[in-house]
């Protein structure tokens, strides 16, 4: 590396800038500086070797994935330009203004080799740890040899990406000279606003410092509108543009640019907001009519109102929303709270919320300033267990439910009506992990001789009924919801939900206490193969075990749990999304396209995570292919043998070997597992370098070369009427969200087997899939390598693989 050219550029007598230095520290340190000079330019530094490694970026960084901003090769600065701000002198190189807009330390997500030869290649992909700059880029390099300088800076799909324009400008953090017309920026219309909340209030009350407007039940949104754009989207960011098409459209018949704060609903004929109705909304066939009641103002035309009163905030919006018939002001009645409230009520509304006039606007806070009164016939109660059906196709028959008074758990009554057949399945499946022997309070005179089955108090659920009776109970409650939002936590011994718990394993609950994390198990006695007999607690005992093998390959992967909580031959069920779990599990957000929301998918970080998954019945694991670090990029590929019943499983080995020959063509690594069933799994590391499409496509490629090595022995065909007596290959495992089963997973099968890595010396005639089971594989591993752990190194190149079986 070399500062020759940073040396010729500058004359120190005149600029302020750092001298020629190596220093060959090597930190991993980046600096990325906002450069005024003849042109506006954002500066990407990166220490590397002695020097730092330079880009001007026009555009500056985007965080949105869509961009692919503009990144010109300069000379390499001195490690010391990393703290440099000043002012360079006209006549000097580089004249202008320099401020560092972020700072901090990157990796190199290429483990394997070194960063100067990703550099050297025209590749580098980098994890940045700043305050701006957050998560994996990709700077490449133009393969145009007359653009060589000429890279590109790409940010990837990470929990850190935004769909939302971005302009770096909007977070320029610094008080520039007054010629330069800036100030500091609180919130920009281009990135997500997350709004302010309201906490729940015990009585409403007159107050003439308060205003009260209507509670509408509906979805909170929020509207940013600059430029000509207009982005309509949910309070965590979910996009609602194309759900709500004509308020989309009415927003940007708003002349100014401004972020608003409201609420969309639908009324039905008598003005009432209809939930069911908002929830499956369709322009074309839902009855009543779509509302955004707007009632708050966060930003006007270049400047934030989140420091005006409330009461001065909504005399601007009168002043800002056209007269269109979705869009419509929210009023609201000063001082007389109970009024208000006691006419929502008779109306059929939800209840009111209650905000200080004077009240500053604190986004993503749950404020006091703010309080939400609801009908009392409407309330949140706590499931406690349920009464067993007499009709035999119901999952059950009534909830019993509970409340919480003085510190106490009391009965309320019980809830049988208000449920549709896919709710009864779903409570139900929720309902089996929770199962305890202990009652949580004594109602025996109240269930008329029905059988009761108790759960732990943990799920909330919210109900309608006519009044309280005068032993305290509810008259004809109906369910509305679950509130999947609210979960009971039992972290203490004194908590006033918890039920008493046996103190020796064979009972029904006990903990497990892992990393400090207490574990509730429940059921450990209960069956899951009845041939050889193997429990949950074996189940447990195993992944226990193996806890160490089979977690590098679920962290930070989205998992699609499969269900067994009556073992392998009760009824299974997949889940994906998650709101009841323990504080102490991470989750993430994935938008799904099919079901038009986003998806809190559960992670497995740790081994208690493992253990809960086990806890919930989750014989098997299914990670995804990808990280949440770019869900668009798999780690592998797959290649899945599936035979038809017809075929043997000798066949499938004679198969495989033809696969590993052809990646012998390609000179790329495999890596073959069991499936733990009848078939093999053939993985090629992909490294996150590619697409789920590229993967896809390349894999199907290699496919066509096992096919026509064994025509009548494989297909491609995926449907069964057509393939006929031949082991499929299938490529098709290689979409995005889709799952296989994890490596050193159990299946639930006939004697417990086990996904397992295979060297592939012993892929040969002889080899049995059950020889791999519960019992068997961890002692396998105390006596082996993990045979997989290439899965995860060094990625495939896949241009010269594909050069390889051309040529070859």
């Not at 770096?168 to 920026?185: G, I, Q, R």
């Not at 009641?293 to 930003?299: G, K, N, S, W």
């Not at 109970?473 to 008493?500: I, N, Y």
């Not at 991470?586 to 809190?600: A, Q, R």
Request: aromatic content about 10%; proline content about 5%.
């Amino acid at each position: 590396m070399s500062l020759e050219a940073y040396r010729k550029k500058r004359n120190f007598k005149d600029t302020p800038e750092p001298t020629d230095i190596l220093d060959d520290a090597d930190k991993f340190r980046f600096v990325i500086q906002r450069h005024r000079a003849s042109h506006l330019h954002y500066d990407v530094r990166l220490e590397m070797e002695g020097v730092l490694k330079s880009w001007a970026v026009p555009k500056g960084p985007s965080m949105n994935p869509k961009d692919k901003r503009l990144a010109v090769h300069t000379e390499d600065h001195p490690v010391a330009y990393l703290t440099f701000e000043g002012v360079i002198p006209k006549g000097n190189y580089g004249a202008g203004k320099m401020t560092i807009w972020d700072s901090g330390y990157y990796e190199n997500l290429y483990q394997d080799q070194s960063l100067s030869s990703d550099y050297a290649d025209g590749k580098l992909k980098i994890n940045f740890h700043g305050k701006k700059m957050k998560g994996i880029f990709t700077l490449v390099r133009s393969s145009s040899m007359d653009k060589k300088d000429q890279w590109l800076l790409i940010k990837h799909s990470d929990q850190f990406a935004t769909h939302l324009n971005y302009d770096a400008e909007d977070f320029n953090l610094e008080a520039f000279s007054k010629e330069d017309h800036l100030t500091t920026p609180q919130l920009n219309l281009k990135s997500l606003v997350k709004p302010m909340l309201a906490s729940p209030g015990t009585k409403i009350f007159n107050d003439k410092n308060w205003i009260y407007e209507l509670k509408y039940d509906g979805y909170r949104a929020l509207s940013n509108i600059a430029s000509g754009t207009v982005e309509l989207y949910s309070r965590n960011g979910i996009s609602l543009n194309e759900k709500f098409k004509l308020i989309h459209e009415e927003l940007s018949q708003i002349e100014h640019s401004v972020i608003l704060d409201g609420e969309i609903v639908v009324l039905d004929s008598k003005g009432l907001p209809q939930f069911s109705a908002l929830q499956n909304y369709n322009p074309d066939t839902t009855q009543g009519t779509l509302i955004y009641y707007i009632f708050d103002v966060l930003h006007l035309n270049g400047h934030d109102t989140l420091e005006l009163p409330l009461s001065d905030r909504k005399e601007l919006l009168k002043t800002l929303l056209p007269a269109t018939p979705h869009l419509q002001y929210c009023d609201h009645v000063e001082a007389m709270g109970v009024t208000v409230y006691d006419q929502a009520i008779r109306m059929g509304m939800e209840g009111v919320i209650a905000k200080k006039a004077d009240s500053l606007y604190d986004p993503n806070v749950r404020s006091s300033d703010w309080l939400k009164f609801k009908r009392i016939e409407n309330t949140e109660t706590i499931i406690c267990g349920y009464t067993l059906s007499k009709i035999a196709s119901r999952k059950f028959g009534s909830l019993i439910l509970g409340m919480v008074e003085e510190d106490e758990l009391i009965y309320v009554g019980t809830c049988g009506s208000g449920f549709s057949e896919q709710q009864l399945t779903e409570l139900y499946h929720k309902f089996e992990v929770l199962e305890t022997d202990t009652p949580v309070f004594e109602i025996r005179q109240h269930l008329k001789g029905r059988e009761a089955v108790w759960l732990l108090p943990k799920l909330v659920c919210e109900v309608k009924f006519s009044e309280w009776t005068p032993s305290n109970v509810m008259r004809h409650p109906v369910f509305l919801r679950m509130r999947e939002d609210k979960t009971l936590e039992f972290e203490t011994s004194t908590s006033p939900f918890q039920a008493p718990k046996k103190q020796h394993t064979s009972d029904s609950v006990f903990s497990l206490e892992i990393d400090g994390i207490a574990v509730q198990i429940t059921n450990p006695d209960k069956l899951y193969w009845p041939n050889p007999k193997l429990t949950k607690y074996d189940l447990l005992d195993y992944y226990i075990k193996m806890s160490d093998y089979i977690l590098p390959y679920l962290k930070d992967r989205p998992e699609s749990l499969h269900r067994h909580p009556n073992g392998i031959l009760g009824e299974s069920f997949y889940q994906k999304d998650h709101d009841h779990l323990p504080k102490w599990i991470e989750t993430v957000e994935v938008s799904s396209k099919s079901s038009e929301k986003d998806i809190n998918y559960l992670l497995c970080q740790n081994q208690a995570t493992l253990l809960y998954m086990n806890n919930l019945g989750c014989i098997e694991l299914h990670p995804w292919h990808s990280t949440i670090y770019q869900l668009n990029h798999p780690d592998y590929a797959i290649i899945d043998l599936d035979p038809s019943p017809e075929n043997t499983f000798e066949e499938v080995i004679e198969t495989t070997l033809v696969v590993k020959s052809v990646l012998d063509r390609a000179k790329i690594k495999g890596f073959c597992k069991t499936s733990g069933a009848s078939g093999l799994h053939i993985y090629i590391p992909m490294g996150g370098l590619y697409t789920y499409e590229e993967a896809r496509d390349f894999t199907k490629l290699l496919c066509v070369y096992v096919n026509e090595a064994l025509p009548s022995l494989t297909t491609l065909e995926r449907s069964l009427k057509k393939r006929g007596a031949k082991i499929y290959l299938d490529y098709l495992q290689n979409r995005k969200g889709q799952t296989i089963v994890s490596v050193y997973s159990v299946r639930p099968k006939p004697l417990a087997p086990v996904s397992t890595p295979l060297s592939w010396s012993e892929i040969k005639s002889g080899l049995h899939v059950n020889d791999f089971t519960i019992q068997t594989v961890p002692e396998r591993v105390r006596s082996t390598t993990d045979l997989f752990k290439g899965v995860l190194e060094k990625p495939i190149d896949m241009e010269k693989a594909i050069d390889q079986l051309v040529d070859s």
